[in-house]
Nanobody, 124 residues
Framework: QVHVMESGGGLVQAGGSLRLSCAAS????????MGWYRQAPGKERELVAG???????DYADSVKGRFTISRDVAKNTVYLQMNSLKPEDTDVYYC??????????????????WGQGSPVTVSA
C-alpha cells in the first residue's frame, strides 16, 4: 500500500512564488519517477516537471527557467518550486509517483499513484 500526500499551492499574485510538496509513504522499495502534472478544466493532464531514478529531470517548455523540481530520495518526497508565476499557470497540480513495493514476504510489485490535487491560482 502506497499513500501520496501533497501540500502547498494556493493563491498568489503574478510574479510571485509557491512551492508544492509531495510525499510518498508505504512499503516502498524504490521510486523510479516522481513528478508534477497540471490540468485545466476540459483539458488533458500535462506534465509540468518530472524527476527520474538516476536524477534526470524533464520540464514542460512553458515552465523552463521558472520552475525547479527537486527530490529528497531518503524521504520519498518531491518538491516543485514555482517562481515568476503567471496567470496561465493557474491549474490544479497533481503529483504522480511510480515505482516498486516489497512486502514482508519479499514479494515485489509495482505502483503508479496520483496525489489528491493541489489548486494553484495566479491572479493578474
Amino acid at each position: 500500500q502506497v499513500h501520496v500526500m501533497e501540500s502547498g499551492g494556493g493563491l498568489v499574485q503574478a510574479g510571485g512564488s509557491l512551492r508544492l510538496s509531495c510525499a510518498a509513504s508505504g512499503n516502498i522499495f524504490n521510486i523510479i519517477f516522481m513528478g508534477w502534472y497540471r490540468q485545466a478544466p476540459g483539458k488533458e493532464r500535462e506534465l509540468v516537471a518530472g524527476t527520474f531514478l538516476r536524477g534526470h529531470t524533464d520540464y514542460a517548455d512553458s515552465v523552463k527557467g521558472r520552475f525547479t523540481i527537486s527530490r529528497d530520495v531518503a524521504k520519498n518526497t518531491v518538491y516543485l518550486q514555482m517562481n515568476s508565476l503567471k496567470p496561465e499557470d493557474t491549474d490544479v497540480y497533481y503529483c504522480k509517483t511510480r515505482g516498486y513495493i516489497r512486502n514482508s514476504a519479499g514479494a515485489m510489485g509495482g505502483f503508479d499513484h496520483w496525489g489528491q490535487g493541489s489548486p494553484v491560482t495566479v491572479s493578474a
